[in-house]
């Protein structure tokens, strides 16, 4: 099976180091890297790199260690392209995430859980524009299996798909503690049977195991909210084992889940009465307020630092998602109900539910660039290439207004 990029790759960093990435392009096609990491860089479909090019950025990792992620974002080329491989994990380390008794020795107990969906043609080739696919792939391996030696395993995973949504649980319905999210730690381990996750999702789980038994993580079918037909289009149907865990019949010991993990939630009533003005997003069909994406159009311009409310709305009967690049948000409501646990911590991709407005806490980032815009979009990746995708300036305080303006002076289009 032949394919364009890692996807298996991790990278690994601790908060406060200074770092560096290399970029460049074996496949026959332009690119662009994306992280769903906080500013200086977070990429976009504004730095091309060419067949054959190269790119060395540089950065200070500023960030609570969390499970992130790296992909390609040529505009109109993304779900191409991630199809094909092009995904890796980024692991960001911090001293409060240590200290936990967190299962944290990677690959022997704490595993990258890489999940992607294809359709393989007869001779192993990858078919493009099959979506959902018919074969999981973990890590870039079809049926895998991962040997436990230790009580509990910590499996980081990621929906690394191009539409799918996966419901992740055990084949026997026992529990998955959940410690961490998009953005890291949660405040509580939250301790339940199915974990959702929409493409770019991440999260954490803790799963304990006897000696010599074998269990399977399995995707059962999401609960999307929407009709049936459209819900096929994101697997809304389907029950697909994920990967393996076989126990060793004798299991070093591991120390329960910690009671606390992360700091505690904010008091997010009273952020949400503090924050500086209200956003509204609806996304309908291929559109974001009425509008596909245009390089040649900022939609929002923000102020570095400050605090909104973003109010995103699906409001049409399809699946949709929404990530912002270069931030991380709370959710605070769901449908007029307060966020699930699940929830609780920093989240930079979120499901909508269709007609249900989610509400999230948004800090602006610090980092100040009038130039490179940041990008928000729905990451169901036919829908972002098709222009379900805008983009917002962080401009520092004192800048001009909070609306849509001419594209900066001097910005680089792709």
């Known amino acids: 099976m032949a394919t364009w990029g890692p996807r298996c790759g991790r990278s690994g960093v601790r908060r406060s180091w200074s770092t560096s990435a290399t970029g460049w392009t074996r496949p026959p096609r332009c690119t662009g890297t994306g992280w769903s990491s906080r500013p200086p860089w977070t990429a976009g479909p504004h730095r091309p790199v060419a067949p054959g090019g190269l790119w060395s950025p540089s ?10 992620w790296y ?6 080329k993304t779900a191409e392209q991630v199809a094909q491989g092009m995904v890796g994990m980024f692991i960001v380390d911090d001293p409060v995430e240590q200290a936990l008794d967190l299962p944290g020795d990677y690959g022997v107990d704490d595993l ?32 895998p299996y991962a040997v436990v030696s230790t009580e509990r395993v910590r499996l980081r995973l990621l929906n690394a798909s191009v539409q799918r949504t996966y419901d992740f649980g055990l084949d026997d319905g026992s529990v998955l503690t959940q410690v961490a999210g ?19 999702e991440r999260a954490e789980v803790v799963v304990t195991m ?23 289009f994101s697997g809304g149907g389907d029950t697909l084992d994920v990967v393996q865990l076989r126990a060793r019949p004798t ?18 009533a009273a952020a949400e009465a503090e924050a500086v003005r209200t956003r509204t997003f609806r996304l309908q069909g291929r559109t974001i307020n009425g509008a596909v994406m245009d390089t040649d159009r900022v939609d929002e311009v923000v102020t570095a630092g400050e605090t909104e409310v973003w109010e995103v709305l699906n409001s049409d009967g399809e699946p949709h998602h929404f990530h912002v690049h270069g931030v991380q948000m709370r959710v605070l409501t769901v449908g007029g109900r307060a966020a699930g646990p699940e929830l609780a911590g920093l989240k930079d991709t979120v499901f909508l539910p269709a007609g249900q407005p989610v509400r999230m806490l948004v800090t602006l980032p610090e980092h100040v660039d009038p130039e490179v815009p940041n990008m928000y979009h729905c990451h169901l990746l036919r829908h972002e290439d098709q222009g379900m995708m805008g983009q917002f300036v962080v401009l520092p305080p004192g800048g001009s207004g909070a609306g849509p303006v001419a594209p900066p002076a001097g910005r680089t289009d792709h």
């Not at 074998?214 to 049936?228: E, F, K, M």
């Open 112 to 143: 990258p859980v890489i999940v992607q969906d294809v359709t393989l043609e007869q001779d192993g080739r990858l078919r493009t524009g099959a979506d959902p696919g018919d074969t999981v792939l973990v890590n870039g391996t079809p049926g």
């Open 210 to 232: 006897t000696p010599g038994e074998t269990r399977v993580l399995r995707s059962h079918p999401p609960d999307l909210g929407v009709s049936a037909m459209s819900a096929r």
């Open 251 to 268: 299991l070093e010991p591991s120390p329960e889940v910690p009671d606390r993990l992360g700091s505690d939630a904010p008091d997010l």
């Open 59 to 68: 950065w200070t990792v500023d960030q609570p260690a969390a499970t992130l």
């Open 182 to 200: 998009d953005g890291g730690l949660l405040p509580a381990p939250h301790r339940t049977s199915r974990v959702q996750l929409s493409p770019g």
């Open 71 to 76: 992909r390609p974002h040529p505009h109109g």
